[in-house]
């Protein structure tokens, strides 16, 4: 059932107050999917309310809430940052590795790995979304035809590569692939 903004709103406007409540607490939490969860859950009998309609529903909560949105603090992709964090690594940091994963809230983005022998293993470094690229990159962002996560992320991990004098793997920089081969030593 398609619902345009004055039908969400109406419907929403319906509901009882705890119900909202529950609703918003996810939205302020930004978790996108325990709301659209409780929406179905709710409306797909009564209403015809499926997915799709409970995305559009969660959006207008998110619309209304904005800035007050508890949201993911992003990861630091400055040289100081990232190279502070790598001296936390337990073991001996052999590679700096980028590779992409994604999400239904995130789309695509990119994960910054110190890949670590001795013990063997993998630290997190950065996660690297499209708002975190844009926020790093600035002007630049728009001068690369490839994913901004996926710019950022290359400058980002090949700069603390350099300076921890380890090779940089990147095995899918121009196009998303979370199953392209991983760092081997």
């Not at 844009?134 to 728009?142: F, I, N, S, T, V």
């Given at each position: 059932m398609g619902m345009n903004k004055a039908a969400r709103t109406e419907w929403w406007e319906s509901l009882p107050a705890g119900i909202r409540d529950e609703?918003?607490?996810y939205i302020l939490?930004?978790?996108?999917?325990?709301?659209v969860r409780v929406i179905v859950a709710i409306g797909l009998v009564p209403h015809g309310i499926g997915v799709?309609?409970?995305?559009?529903?969660?959006n207008d909560r998110y619309l209304y809430y904005g800035d007050r949105i508890a949201r993911e603090p992003e990861s630091p992709l400055d040289l100081e940052s990232l190279a502070y964090r790598a001296a936390g690594c337990e073991?001996?940091?052999?590679?700096?590795?980028?590779?992409w994963?994604?999400?239904?809230?995130?789309?695509?983005?990119?994960?910054?790995?110190a890949i670590t022998a001795d013990p063997a293993g993998e630290s997190h470094m950065a996660t690297v979304y499209w708002s975190t690229a844009?926020?790093?990159?600035?002007?630049?962002?728009?001068g690369d035809p490839r994913h901004p996560a996926a710019v950022a992320a290359e400058q980002a991990g090949r700069a603390l590569a350099e300076y921890l004098s380890v090779p940089f793997h990147f095995p899918s920089p121009d196009t998303p692939d979370d199953e392209a081969p991983r760092w081997q030593p």
């Open positions: 609703i918003d607490g939490q930004d978790s996108l999917l325990g709301a799709g309609t409970a995305q559009l529903i969660a073991g001996r940091i052999v590679a700096i590795e980028a590779i994963d994604g999400d239904t809230v995130h789309d695509w983005f990119v994960r910054l790995l844009k926020r790093y990159l600035g002007e630049d962002a728009d």
